[in-house]
């Protein structure tokens, strides 16, 4: 049995499409429409999207268990810096 992914995206289509469009940059963007893509049935899993998007697995993987994590706002956050430490 696969994960169905329309019954675990909060969302509707409408609402990850305005988002999609509301995205400050592309890889937010892309976020989202993984997200919307999974929701349509236009990909079978987050391994599809990631080829169909052109990122690696294991990104669309992180970004699916963000999302998973904290829903739509964590999966649109900026990326938490890590410290540089000093030399």
Known sequence: MGITYPLLIQEDIAQLQAAEKAARDRTRADRVRMLRFLKEGRVA??????????YSVRTAQRWWQCYRAGGLAALL???????????
Not at 45 to 54: I, K, N
Not at 77 to 87: D, E, I, K, T
């Open 45 to 54: 899993g987050v391994s599809q999207a990631a080829e169909v998007l052109g």
């Open 77 to 87: 956050a900026p990326p938490q810096r890590r410290a540089s430490h000093c030399r």
